[in-house]
Structures are given as C-alpha cells and as structure tokens.
C-alpha cells in the first residue's frame, strides 16, 4: 500500500513536472539586445590576451561566438539602419548622415516594431538608433519613450574649455543644422580621452546599465509580458573618457602596437583613409596623416582598451541583474558591435573604410535551449542576420515587411555550429565617388568600386588573402584575376546596389 502512495505521488509529480517543462517552451521568450558602439573583437573570446573583458567572455561562456562576423557598412548611423531594418544599405541606398529611414520606407517594420507586433513590450535605452547628424531615433519602434543619454561626454573642464565642442555639436543635431550656430569645424575641439577618479555612473554607460537594472526589475513583476530590451553602450567610442580605475588596468608599455601602419601596395586611391573624425579632438594633429608619434598611439590604444573595459564592467552589471531576477533562463541575448575601428593599423584610426579592422564586429548569441554554452562558429554572418535569427528563435516567422529583408537565419548554426547556411558575407562603402561593394569568404575579400558619377572611370578592384597575409600588406587582385571573377560571381548574385536612397 505504502509502494503505491509513493508511485502515486512519483506520478503526479512528474506530470506536473512535464506541464512545466512545456510551458516554459510554449512561453515567448524574451529578448536582450545589447549594441555597443565601436567595438571590434579586442576581446579575450576572441583571443586577444591584453583585453580585460571578463563580464563579455562571461557571457560568451553561456552561448555561442561567431568568428566571422562583420557589419554592412563601416559607418553608425548606416549600421545601426541595417540591424533595425534587416536591410542591407546597399539595397535602401542609406548611406550617408542625414537620412532618415521613414523618408525612404515610411511603413518599415524594424525589429522591435516586429516583436511589438507580435505582442511584446519593446523599449530601448542609450545609444540604439543613431540619434546626432542630422539622424533621430524612431519613437514608433518603442512601447515606451526611448531613454537618451550622451555619446560625447566630459567631466573635466580642461577638455573642453567649458565650450560646445564639434563632436557635442553633431550628436546634439545643432552645429550643422541650427543657423545661429557657427558651422562644426569653427567650434573647438574636445579632449580625445579623459580619466577621472569617478563613479561608473559619472558617465553615460553606467546611467544606461543602471537604468537597464531598474527596468528589468520593474519588466520582471509581470511575467506573462514578454519583453524586447534594447540596451546601447557608448564606449569605446570616442573620446574615451572613462573612469581612472579602467585605465589602471593595463600597463601602457605592454598595449599591442600597430603591426602594419602602411597602406595596402596597389590598393586604390578611393579604398584609403588617413584624415577622419579623430581630428575632432585634441591634441591629434588637425593635418592628420595616420602615423602618430609613439606616445599618442599609446595613449589612444590605451584610451580605447580602457573604454572597452568600463563598458564590459557596465554589461556585465545588466547581465548579473538578468541572472538574479531569474529571467535568464527565458531571455534570448544578442551581444553586437556596430563595426570595428582600426587602431593604427594601415595609419588609419576609427572607422569607414572596408578593410578587415573596420568591418568585422563581434557577435554573441546567447539562445537558453537552443545554443551549447561556450561554444564558437566559423560561420560567417552578417548583422543584417539578426533580424531574421531573433524572430526565428522567438517563434515568429519570416519577417513579411515593406523594407528589403537581406539576412538569413542562424538558427540551424546555433544548434550545431559545423553548420553552413551561407559562404559569404556582404559588406560595402561609398566613398570619392566610388561604390565599393566587398564579398568576405573565410580566406578572401574581394571589393569591387564602380565609379558612381563619371562611367567613364575605371572600374577597380581589391583581394586581400587573410590566410597568406593576414595584415592586408598587398593587394593581390592584379595576380589573382581568376580569384577576382570567382568572387565577383558572387556578387553579381546579389541585386544592384542603390546608390541613392530608395533609388
């Protein structure tokens, strides 16, 4: 009798257990999507053994690593369009500051606009839509009012002579478009870094992480609402001002130095980059040339690492509060970097060229049931595959939207990483006149630059061998034509690049 009230309540028990477990797999999940600005693959994930990146390889450790990953376009604004949008710029012809997306798609759906769709609370705090330049954040994305805070920020009165810097200017949207404000290049210009013996909320990324915290706490009493979290992180963006304590971390004599700091022999006039936003701040010179003497490499290195690392600390304090209110086990994390920034590499520093440093981004997903924890890919992938990962993993379906959706889903990579859903990623720049369209395979870069205003130009080409010559020391595409018509086939498959919004 005893053994049969000890089977009955077995029974019972593991029903009950069994509803359980199905609930929970019926249940939406949740959504996480963590944007950090300027961050390429400095990480320890990624192998780099001077990063201090604990809270990042942490959640690395719970999901899968893509190797080979890399943006659309080297630029915020445009990247940060083709994330929310699924769309590469190639195909909405947004390239360049100034656009707003609505004037292009007036009734795209972007990302969290689909998971709203579909029922859930979306909002977003810090940097997400890239709000400066003439662009401005997309309030119909948003369940709630998007939570702003500053890209450009200073504490100490000697790095900005208590004056309205140019880089201030652009992100608050005034120098360049309000007309009783002197134009960008007039206002002075703002320190490169700053290290202040302050608090982490001192700066911006520590108010977004704090603010994220407080919003999980208050998302977390309702859990029958499923939620789409977008958290924006600034650094390491320029300036790196970041707390004294993260740049005690490393020890300036033992930061890694420019490998290459020439150009590629043969490349283009149109693919190289000396002069760019970095001569915003002082003490840079104002005529750049890209080799800087060794002290100020150092010190921006230093700046940039230490940047990385306050941010890492203010992820890892979101994640933790994940974690604590027990809705990790039902919260989908995607961790992405908006594109690279070269550190000195070729002479070039920050962003907007299509070479390897500038384009390949960390990406992270963290998917409870679906990805083996600490695992890692080689598969490529874009970040317009995000969109169409994220809603294949919460159940949604193929986004149906008015915008071109160009990513494919991860999904069966994130199951089994030895799988292969696509051989290349897709990735261009426009610059001096030139469309440059890049094909990246896992040993190759192929770029082709069509002349966009002058047919009568040349057309050019780059390919770069990453397995031969790792730090893009030559341009091969004169030797390897066989190599250049392979890759360009692949090209030729994708659909003609806009070159002028919705044109």
């Not at 009950?16 to 961050?39: C, G, H, M, R, W």
């Not at 974690?323 to 594109?339: A, F, K, M, P, Y």
Request: charged share 25%.
């Amino acid at each position: 009798m005893k053994n049969r009230i000890y089977f009955i309540i077995a029974l019972v028990l593991l029903v009950s257990n069994v509803k359980y477990t199905f609930a929970q797999k019926s249940e939406k999940p949740n959504v996480l999507l963590i944007l950090v600005d300027d961050l390429k693959p400095n990480l320890g994930v990624y192998g780099d053994e001077t990063a201090k990146s604990p809270n990042i390889d942490r959640l690395a450790s719970k999901g899968m690593t893509f190797k080979n990953a890399y943006c659309n376009q080297a630029v915020c604004m445009a990247s940060r369009y083709n994330l929310l949008l699924g769309a590469r710029s190639t195909s909405t012809g947004i390239f360049n500051f100034g656009t707003q997306f609505r004037e292009v798609y007036p009734d795209a759906v972007t990302l969290p606009q689909y998971f709203m769709n579909a029922g859930y609370h979306v909002e977003s705090m810090g940097k997400v839509f890239h709000i400066g330049h003439g662009n401005d954040n997309d309030e119909a994305s948003w369940s709630i009012p998007h939570h702003k805070e500053k890209v450009i920020e200073y504490l100490l009165p000697e790095s900005t002579n208590r004056e309205l810097t140019r880089e201030e200017a652009y992100f608050q949207n005034s120098a360049m478009f309000i007309e009783d404000l002197p134009k960008n290049w007039k206002l002075p210009r703002g320190a490169a870094w700053e290290s202040p013996d302050v608090l982490d909320e001192a700066y911006a990324d520590g108010r977004v992480a704090t603010h994220a915290i407080n919003r999980l706490r208050k998302l977390s009493k309702n859990p029958d609402q499923p939620f789409f979290m977008a958290v924006g992180f600034a650094r390491p963006h320029l300036p790196f001002c970041a707390p004294k304590k993260y740049w005690d971390m490393y020890d300036p004599n033992e930061l890694p130095m420019p490998v290459n700091e020439e150009q590629p022999k043969d490349a283009p006039e149109c693919a190289l980059k000396r002069r760019g936003e970095i001569v915003q701040f002082f003490p840079i010179p104002e005529q750049e040339t890209g080799i800087y003497d060794d002290d100020l490499k150092r010190k921006l290195i230093h700046g940039y690492y230490a940047s990385m690392s306050y941010m890492d600390a203010q992820l890892g304090r979101v994640v933790e509060e994940l974690e604590r209110l027990n809705l990790d086990e039902n919260t989908i994390i995607v961790l992405w970097g908006d594109h690279g920034w070269h550190l000195g590499d070729h002479g070039t520093w920050t962003k907007h060229t299509n070479f390897e440093q500038a384009t390949r981004i960390p990406i992270v997903y963290v998917a409870p049931g679906v990805t083996t924890p600490g695992t890692k890919t080689d598969q490529l992938t874009e970040t317009v595959d995000i969109y169409t990962t994220l809603a294949d993993l919460a159940g949604l379906g193929k986004p149906d939207v008015p915008q071109p959706i160009d990513g494919t889903s991860l999904v069966p990579v994130l199951k089994d990483g030895t799988k292969r859903v696509k051989d290349h990623a897709y990735h261009a720049f426009n610059k001096g006149g030139y469309m440059g369209e890049a094909i990246r395979t896992e040993q190759y870069r192929m770029v082709r630059w069509t002349p966009m205003r002058d047919a009568n130009k040349e057309v050019l080409y780059e390919l770069y061998d990453y397995v031969n010559d790792p730090h893009e020391t030559q341009n091969w595409a004169a030797q390897k034509q066989d190599k250049v018509a392979e890759l360009e086939k692949l090209l030729n498959a994708h659909p003609k690049a806009k070159t002028r919004p919705g044109k």
